[in-house]
């Protein structure tokens, strides 16, 4: 998908721009918080955008739940098909770009595509707090997993060791996240000077408290978003523009 041409930025961002830029630049510890937002200009749909989102074509909470692929595990693993196809056809956009390129940032991601890590960001300092798309696992309880062909996914099938269905290696609503990614994520938010929040609606728990979490331990928050969000009231400076306008100019080094 070409990425939208882009508009200048306002004069009245300019100032926020540059205020965001002081607080990123006397960061010792630079965090990066991001949800569907920041892939949508790679053409994945987020969940809650309206004309794109996947809420007007489908109930994804209903989709993305155990309850859900217990009631219909075909239908639930077509969805998977799909959207591993477009994620297949997806491009990193500027903003994977623009985090990427910062090798001082730590990520968490609420995301389960793999465009922040193909955009070079180093895997090791990327944490997927709801899974990856990337993977199928057992949906029983004996840990098998195996790497997906995004370009030819898979249908609905059995795990070869114990029978139980496959589903995609994500968190799907009503379940844990992996405690180890979650402990990373927490210990990194405690540790930050700066969060940065991009494309996020901060309405997904337990991820959206990691917000309140670092401003609570002294972080400063930026938030870039094309819209308010449940993330505005706890933003030191909020940026209201696309992620692939306003991180390159946040981010660049010049
Ligand atoms: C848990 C993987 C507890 C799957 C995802 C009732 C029943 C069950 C649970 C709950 C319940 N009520 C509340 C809960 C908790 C629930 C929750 O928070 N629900 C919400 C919706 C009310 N959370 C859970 O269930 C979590 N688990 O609580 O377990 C537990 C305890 C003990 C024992 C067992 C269990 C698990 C949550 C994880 C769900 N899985 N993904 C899949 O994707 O298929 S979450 C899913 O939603 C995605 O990861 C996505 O990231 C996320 C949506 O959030 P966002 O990323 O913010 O995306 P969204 O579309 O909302 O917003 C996009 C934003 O970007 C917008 O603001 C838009 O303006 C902006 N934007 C758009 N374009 C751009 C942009 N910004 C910048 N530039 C642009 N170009």
Same mark, same amino acid.
Request: hydrophobic share 40%.
């Given at each position: 998908m070409s990425e939208p041409?882009?508009?200048?930025?306002?004069?009245?961002d300019t100032d926020r721009i540059e205020s965001a830029r002081e607080l990123l630049s006397n960061a010792a510890q630079l965090v990066s918080f991001t949800?569907?937002?920041l892939s949508a200009e790679s053409g994945i749909a987020t969940f809650r955008d309206a004309q794109t989102g996947l809420w007007a074509k489908f109930d994804a909470m209903k989709l993305a739940s155990a309850d859900g692929f217990a009631r219909d595990p075909e239908l639930?693993?077509? %969805?998977?098909?799909?959207r591993r196809r477009a994620m297949a056809q997806a491009r990193p956009n500027a903003a994977h770009r623009a985090l990427a390129e910062r090798a001082d940032l730590h990520h968490i991601t609420q995301n389960i595509d793999d465009l922040l890590v193909r955009a070079g960001a180093d895997p090791a300092r990327v944490v997927s707090l709801h899974g990856t798309m990337t993977r199928d696992r057992c949906h029983g309880t004996c840990g098998y997993e195996v790497?997906?062909?995004?370009?030819?996914p898979p249908g609905l099938r059995t795990c070869p060791t114990c029978g139980e269905h496959l589903r995609p290696a994500v968190? %799907?609503?009503?379940?844990?996240?992996?405690m180890e990614a979650w402990t990373e994520a927490e210990r990194l938010c405690l540790g930050c000077d700066v969060l940065l929040v991009v494309g996020t609606s901060a309405v997904v728990y337990p991820a959206a408290g990691l917000i309140a979490l670092a401003k609570d331990a002294g972080a400063q928050v930026i938030v870039v978003n094309t819209q308010p969000s449940d993330a505005s009231a706890l933003a030191d400076v909020e940026l209201i523009g696309r992620a692939g306008e306003v991180l390159p100019a946040l981010l660049s080094s010049k």
């Open positions: 041409k882009d508009r200048t930025i306002d004069i009245a949800g569907a937002g639930v693993s077509s %969805w998977y098909q799909d790497t997906i062909d995004m370009h030819d968190v %799907w609503f009503g379940e844990m996240l992996p």
